[in-house]
């Protein structure tokens, strides 16, 4: 059974840190790429940041470029999304995806939220 698990979403501050995990159980980890999209309300999910399987490259969403930084455990099969400088425009639910580009799979996860406010 494909489960991916998000957590470490919560309320924080204006310009604080959250670290969010996705832990993944019932495929072949390494052999997805993996990606944490977003949805506030009223607005379309958007992608905030991917990695390859061997996690050698990373891609961003232009409104998270430096601030957040994606990574992942193959050991652990973890995903990692780790967001600082976190502004009231981050709420929203972000979700962890897994993608395998050859056989065309996409599996997602029930997402978590957070959100952003003094």
């Known amino acids: 059974q494909v489960q991916l698990v998000e957590s470490g979403g919560g309320l924080v501050q204006p310009g604080g840190s959250l670290r969010l995990s996705c832990a993944a159980s019932g495929f072949t980890f390494s052999n997805y790429a993996m990606s944490w999209s977003r949805q506030a309300p009223g607005k379309e999910r958007e992608l905030v940041a991917a990695?390859?399987?061997?996690?050698?490259?990373?891609n961003y969403a232009d409104s998270v470029k430096g601030r957040f930084t994606i990574s992942r455990d193959n050991a652990k099969n973890t995903v990692y999304l780790q967001m600082n400088s976190l502004k009231p425009e981050d709420t929203a639910v972000y979700y962890c995806?897994?993608?395998?580009?050859?056989?065309?799979?996409?599996?997602w996860g029930k997402g978590t939220l957070v959100t952003v406010s003094s």
């Open positions: 995806k897994a993608t395998n580009y050859y056989r065309g799979i996409d599996y």
């Open positions: 990695i390859t399987s061997a996690g050698g490259s990373t």
